[in-house]
Antibody
Framework: EVQLVESGGGLVQPGGSLKLSCAAS????????MHWVRQASGQGLEWIGR??????????VYAASVKGRFSISRDDSKNTAYLQMNSLTTEDTALYYC???????????????WGHGTMVTVSS | QSALTQPRSVSGSPGQSVTISCTGT?????????VSWYQQYPGKAPKLMIY???KRPSGVPDRLSGSKSGNTASLTISGLQAEDEADYYC?????????FGGGTKVTVL
């Protein structure tokens, strides 16, 4: 069964840090780019960034809103992607999803697999 | 990278067709055939409905179709059903990054 499980969310004070994890199973994790997407309550989807696969040198790209504060990494041996979030502000409060860039079993620039997300609340 | 522009809401009666537009620029929608559409029910994760502008993943009904003209992509839902009432988001490759639309709420009257 294809599955993504995000974890690590919680309550953090402004200026603080948090590291999210995304555990994948049921597909060849190492073969696909992994993206992070967030959604504030009642708001739309916002793409945060992505990390490509090993053949593509694990290249990362970030949205302007998080560049310099967030970093994405992955451990293919653990089928897990990570999102390190630093210098958090209240505007980072959202449900965070990870999702691989694939459709079915084929690389694609679309997101066919989603987890339930992990909630991050930035508040004093 | 600015969000793609979608109408806030569209509505239609059962059996009718509705079309959701998604307007970007030549740096995203207009520059690549990598537009995807997602359906999202309240409290649920998004579900991929269309990818590569007009392709449907397995299991998505052919009542949904996608197209693109210039910098604007469109999602058409034909034969509207009660279960189609949800939020819909477009998404486009943007030269290395990715950008979503603001979302459109589809209401079945």
């Amino acid at each position: 069964e294809v599955q993504l499980v995000e974890s690590g969310g919680g309550l953090v004070q402004p200026g603080g840090s948090l590291k999210l994890s995304c555990a994948a199973s049921g597909f060849t994790f190492s073969g696909f780019a992994m993206h992070w997407v967030r959604q504030a309550s009642g708001q739309g989807l916002e793409w945060i960034g992505r990390i490509r696969s090993k053949p593509n040198n694990y290249a990362t790209v970030y949205a302007a809103s998080v560049k310099g504060r967030f970093s994405i990494s992955r451990d293919d041996s653990k089928n897990t992607a990570y999102l390190q979030m630093n210098s958090l502000t209240t505007e980072d409060t959202a449900l965070y999803y990870c999702t691989p860039a694939l459709v079915g079993t084929t690389p694609a620039w679309a997101f066919d697999i989603w987890g339930h997300g992990t909630m991050v609340t930035v508040s004093s | 990278q600015s969000a793609l522009t979608q109408p806030r809401s569209v509505s239609g009666s059962p059996g009718q067709s509705v079309t959701i537009s998604c307007t970007g620029t030549s740096s995203d929608v207009g520059g690549y055939n990598y537009v995807s559409w997602y359906q999202q029910y309240p409290g649920k994760a998004p579900k991929l409905m269309i990818y590569d502008v007009s392709k449907r993943p397995s299991g998505v009904p052919d009542r949904l179709s996608g197209s693109k003209s210039g910098n604007t992509a469109s999602l058409t839902i034909s034969g509207l059903q009660a279960e189609d009432e949800a939020d819909y988001y477009c998404c486009s490759y943007a030269g290395g990054s990715t950008v979503f639309g603001g979302g459109t709420k589809v209401t079945v009257l």
